[in-house]
């Protein structure tokens, strides 16, 4: 079973818009840490924001927030204020283990498209 | 500057010949990871290692192999290259234990095509 599901293959965007970029998570563990990275064209790996299992509030990083809902293991990324840098793709990741002793699984993807 | 360096960033072989690509990182990290992109599949982890002389396999490990001998390198070795390990492939690192994150420092990456 997969443990990060990314369920939006692409999604398009307008400049200056929000968008929410969605991740389901499956893990047994009390202990884990969420991550998403961003890889442009170039192809490099951008951390862009982190949410430990136990933190209370949800982490902001600038224009990136994420949407927290432990309850229903979902871990969906909000940028506001789109910009056409933000094309790109991103990923979704879990460290189980507190608070990083384990392997660190990503998901599929989803391609961000910005346009003006 | 702290990074990730892989080496070479870009290969062409053919099948069954043995091929090493390195991994080397300056941040004292404690876990270093390899990973394979393939489109549609995102990033599938080949082998880890959580410290010096310890390595465990991913989800994708055969026909791959790598040593952990020194904490600082983490080579990846195709002993027998096959077509289907054409991809993209990363290294990334990162600290361990209660006062970290955890979050991965990645590589640029090596893109390796087997003929």
């Known amino acids: 079973a997969q443990k990060i599901t990314q369920t939006q293959p692409g999604m398009f965007v307008q400049e200056k818009e929000a968008v929410t970029l969605d991740c389901t998570y499956d893990?047994?563990?009390?202990?884990?840490?969420l991550f998403w990275y961003k890889q442009p064209s170039s192809g490099e790996m951008i951390f862009l924001i982190y949410?430990?299992?136990?933190?209370?509030q949800n982490a902001t990083e600038g224009r990136y927030s994420l949407n927290f809902q432990k309850a229903r293991k979902s871990a969906n990324l909000v940028i506001s204020a789109s910009q056409l840098g933000d094309s790109a793709m991103y990923f979704c990741?879990?460290?189980?283990?507190?608070?990083?002793?384990?392997?660190?699984?990503f998901g599929k993807g989803t391609t961000l498209s910005v346009s003006s | 500057e702290a990074q990730v360096t892989q080496n070479p960033r870009y290969l062409i072989t053919v099948t069954g010949k043995k091929l090493t690509v390195t991994c080397s990182q300056n941040?004292?990290?404690?876990?270093m990871s390899w990973y394979r992109q393939d489109p549609g599949l995102g990033l599938r982890q080949i082998y880890y290692?959580?410290?010096?002389?310890?390595?465990d396999k991913g989800d994708v490990p055969e026909g791959y192999k790598v040593s952990r001998k020194e904490k600082r390198n983490f080579p990846l070795i195709l002993e027998s290259p096959s077509p289907n390990q054409t991809s993209l492939y990363f290294c990334?690192?990162?600290?361990?234990?209660?006062?970290?994150?955890?979050?991965?420092?990645f590589g640029e990456g090596s893109r390796l095509t087997v003929l």
């Open positions: 941040m004292n990290h404690e876990y």
């Open positions: 893990t047994s563990d009390p202990s884990y840490g």
């Open positions: 990741a879990m460290r189980e283990g507190y608070p990083s002793d384990g392997a660190l699984i």
């Open positions: 290692s959580m410290n010096v002389e310890v390595t």
């Open positions: 990334a690192s990162s600290l361990l234990g209660a006062s970290n994150t955890g979050e991965l420092f």
């Open positions: 949410q430990g299992s136990y933190d209370q």
